[in-house]
């Protein structure tokens, strides 16, 4: 089913390209008979460009795991209350995004500061690319400001470290291929050993790539027998799978935490008025825009930047 989402989505967003396209061939007409502007003509042609570098966006987030919900915590640093102020800013700008972009945020796990801001949170964000979009985030956070805190008005740094990792759904898909399956017959036993039939009616089965094999001899039927077998081969390949899903964000959380303080992605810099990605060099000179949940320019620099390496 998500798939099929995913592809319907795909339709609308070129049927939306293609009737912007034709608009801009109808304003054409129009000002050949000087009842559209040029002006008119730009407006419509930006609006295209747009929608393509939207559309070029959103085609990198291509992963298996990028369409699903996302988990983000938000850690703040050595520095106390500046450092808890700045994770709190951190939580209110993710919380402005997800809202502004049509997705459902719940708070999993909070503690608060000792003073003000927080300590630590963890927030999910439900809906579709939720980690696709914010999986660029991992990582160190960088303020520098004129500190609230501070009497004298001193220039102060702050850190707080962003996770992001996938909520790991229950809609896994087992696909099975017949010449991977090794099947055998045998007559069905009772206590003790005895056969409670002639007839080979009991079954065992064998995943090959697996190794997992399961049995059935429970009904009288050797179809019955197989079909039963079939379904709790089934029950096992979706509890690997799901286990594997497991491990491979067990390796991800792995892999922030070795580099957890060692890897500063972005500064944000409120008194000289910028805020820089430090691997895409993507950078704004409106930092408010940006703490207010403007974020989806550094989302695409990454992502870009990652498909062109």
């Known amino acids: 089913m998500k798939e099929i989402k995913q592809n319907k989505n795909w339709v609308t967003l070129f049927k939306s390209i293609e009737k912007k396209y034709d608009d801009l061939n109808v304003l054409r007409e129009f000002q050949e008979i000087g009842e559209a502007s040029d002006v008119e003509i730009d407006t419509q042609y930006q609006l295209i460009i747009d929608e393509l570098d939207e559309n070029e966006f959103k085609s990198t987030l291509k992963n298996e795991e990028d369409n699903l919900s996302a988990i ?10 500046e450092a808890c102020d700045w994770a709190a800013m951190l939580m209110r700008m993710y919380t402005m995004w997800a809202n502004k972009n ?19 949170v963890a927030m999910e964000i439900d809906g579709d690319f939720a980690f696709g979009m914010l999986k660029g985030e991992n990582g160190v956070h960088r303020l520098v400001r004129i500190s609230p805190f501070n009497s004298q008005g001193k220039r102060m740094t702050s850190f707080c470290s962003v996770f992001v990792h996938p909520v790991v759904d229950d809609t896994i898909t087992i696909e099975i291929n017949p010449a991977d399956l090794e099947w055998d017959v045998f007559r069905a036993q009772g206590a003790g050993g005895q056969h409670v039939n002639k007839t080979e009616s009991a079954v065992r089965v064998r995943h090959l790539p697996s190794g997992i094999v ?22 096992k390949l979706y509890e690997a799978e ?22 500063q992605i972005r500064s944000y810099v409120l008194d000289d008025r910028w805020v820089k990605d430090l691997r895409t060099e993507y950078k704004v000179t409106n930092p408010d825009k940006v703490l207010d949940g403007d974020l989806n320019g550094f989302f695409k620099a990454y992502l870009l930047h990652k498909e062109q390496k």
């Open 72 to 81: 983000i915590e938000i850690n703040a640093g050595a520095g106390g209350t």
């Open 102 to 120: 049509g997705y459902k945020i719940s708070e999993l796990d909070y503690q608060a500061g000792e003073v003000a801001g927080i300590k630590s």
């Open 214 to 235: 399961c049995e059935c001899q429970t009904q009288r039927s050797q179809i019955q027998n197989r079909e039963t077998a079939m379904k709790m081969l089934k029950s």
């Open 242 to 263: 799901l286990q594997r899903q497991l491990e491979a964000r067990d390796v991800i959380e792995a892999q922030k935490m070795k580099n957890e303080w060692g890897s």
